[in-house]
Every structure is written in structure tokens, then in C-alpha cells.
């Protein structure tokens, strides 16, 4: 009995760990950086904004302009920016003191906070989800509580398991009388549509706090422009959130390192042959494709 709540507990955790990478993926790669410098890791950088709310840009002699994670010396100004950070290196064998006109530093977004607990969050309750659709399936297939005398207790459960292992064949032993084994609990009652429904919320509320433009599409027969534009006015606030901090910081890189980088919300669906069609023309023609079919 305890290998099986063991190996529940392991599928819980390995369905969050699941969805939790894919989540951070697509919060990580939203953004498309044009002219960084050649020795910038661009994924290193953007997994750093997301996990500690902001990285600082320097230039190195040898290395050139690098964006790194930093830590605060000292005191902060009026506004709370630091005034002097130590950055340091992924293996700990690099670090440099800088003084504030020698760093810039990007936020991941206007509340300077890192969005890594706001998405761990939201994946636990995706997980819940998926895992709870999991168990209602498998409640599907036979009834969950029985009942059994202390002697033949051990041995139903032993069936049990093997049933719930999904073992394609169930010995027992000679002395259990199937017969009398008496179900006094019925399947439970088939909800995993009605999940399909809260999960299709779940990810529009992420969608929403990345940034990504979701369209989710009603049973009308039309749906006008102006109705699907004011439906992504969060997804437009949480761009601005975004968006604006990198801008800010690439304007000063620029002009402190003689920089010619640029950033942008990536729109673009790109096809075979490495072009890309803008994601409001995609948005518009599912929602024509749709209109049509309802």
C-alpha cells in the first residue's frame, strides 16, 4: 500500500515538475533581442530575469558588454536602486564590483519581482487538474471502496492494487471467494470535461500574465474586432509590465555602451521558410475559421 502512495505522490510531482518547464519556457521566450552582443547567452539572460526579477549589464575588457545576475552592496538610493552590485559568473569564478555609471541594470517587469512564484503557482494548480482527470479516469474503470473481513483484508487490497497497476491479469488465492467481496461505493460521476473547461481558464490567466495574446472562442455566431481587442486588455497591460523595463534598459545600454541592440514582443509564427506571418492576421483568421464553423 505504501508503493502505491509513494508512486502517486511521484506521479503528482513529476506532472508539476511537467508543467512547470513548459510554463517557463514559453515566459522565457516572448521576447526577441536583436544585435545583442556576440557573447550575450541570450536563454541564460532571460532564465535569470525570470527566476531573480533582473539581471545587470556591464562591459568587460576581454568579454565586452555580458548581462549577469548581481547581488546589492551597500546601501540603495532614494528609489531603492542599488548603487553598487557585485555580478558574478554561472560557475562562480567571475566577479566584479561595479560602481552605478558602470552597470545597467533590465527588471522583468514594472514590479521588479521575479514572475518564478506567480508561474510555480499557477502550474501547481494545472497539476491539480490534470492529476485529478487522471484519478477520475481510473475511477471509471472499477468501483473504489469495498468491503472485507480483517482476515481477507489484506488480500483485497492486494487485488486492488494490482487492479489499479493496471495488471492485465489478477491471481488470487484459492480461499478468496470473489463472490463475496460487496462494493458499497459506485464509480465516481464522470467530471473531466467539466476540467477541460477550468483548465482552458488556468492557462488563459497564465497566457495573460506572460503576455501572450489567447483567444479563447465563444459559441456565437460572430465575433467582432473590437470585442476581441478588448478582450486582451490584460494581456496588453501584462506586455506593458513587461516590455517597457527591457526598452528602458536597452535605451541606457545603448548610450553607455555604444550598443545598437533592440528588443520586441515576438508575434511572429514563423513557417518553413523562416519567415513569419504577424499573430494578429493568425488571431483574425481563427476567429473568421471559427465564426464559420459555429
Known amino acids: 500500500m505504501k508503493t502505491k502512495i509513494i508512486n502517486s505522490q511521484l506521479s503528482n510531482f513529476k506532472t508539476y515538475r511537467s508543467y512547470f518547464r513548459q510554463m517557463l519556457t514559453l515566459a522565457e521566450n516572448v521576447f526577441e533581442f536583436e544585435n545583442l552582443p556576440e557573447f550575450i547567452d541570450v536563454a541564460y539572460m532571460n532564465k535569470k530575469l525570470l527566476r531573480r526579477g533582473s539581471v545587470a549589464f556591464s562591459k568587460d575588457e576581454e568579454l565586452g558588454v555580458i548581462a549577469l545576475p548581481y547581488r546589492n552592496i551597500g546601501t540603495l538610493d532614494v528609489y531603492g536602486r542599488p548603487v553598487k552590485i557585485e555580478v558574478f559568473a554561472n560557475n562562480n569564478n567571475y566577479h566584479r564590483v561595479l560602481n552605478r555609471d558602470e552597470f545597467v541594470i533590465m527588471y522583468d ?14 502550474a501547481e494548480r494545472i497539476a491539480l ?8 479516469v481510473t475511477q471509471q474503470k472499477t468501483p473504489r471502496v469495498w468491503k472485507a473481513n480483517d482476515d481477507s483484508l489484506n488480500t483485497i487490497r492486494g487485488l486492488l492494487n494490482n ?58 455566431e460572430r465575433v467582432i474586432k473590437d470585442e476581441m481587442i478588448a478582450s486582451q486588455g490584460g494581456t496588453i497591460a501584462s506586455r506593458y509590465s513587461r516590455f517597457q523595463p527591457r526598452k528602458n534598459a536597452i535605451d541606457q545600454i545603448n548610450e553607455k555602451f555604444g550598443t545598437n541592440i533592440s528588443v520586441k514582443y515576438y508575434d511572429g509564427v514563423p513557417d518553413m521558410k523562416g519567415e513569419s506571418e504577424d499573430v494578429s492576421n493568425v488571431l483574425s483568421n481563427i476567429s473568421a475559421n471559427a465564426s464559420g464553423l459555429i
Not at 487538474?129 to 477520475?136: G, P, W
Not at 483548465?199 to 483567444?215: H, Q, T, Y
Open 109 to 122: 517587469n514594472n514590479g521588479r519581482y521575479p514572475l518564478y512564484l506567480d508561474i510555480a503557482q499557477m
Open 129 to 136: 487538474c490534470v492529476r485529478t482527470q487522471d484519478i477520475n
Open 163 to 220: 487492479i489499479d497497476a493496471n495488471a492485465e491479469t489478477v491471481v488470487a488465492q484459492e480461499s478468496v471467494e470473489i463472490d463475496d467481496l460487496e462494493c458499497v461505493l459506485d464509480p465516481a460521476p464522470y467530471v473531466t470535461d467539466k476540467i477541460d473547461l477550468h483548465l482552458d481558464k488556468l492557462w488563459a490567466e497564465f497566457f495573460r500574465l506572460i503576455g501572450i495574446a489567447n483567444l479563447q472562442e465563444q459559441k456565437r
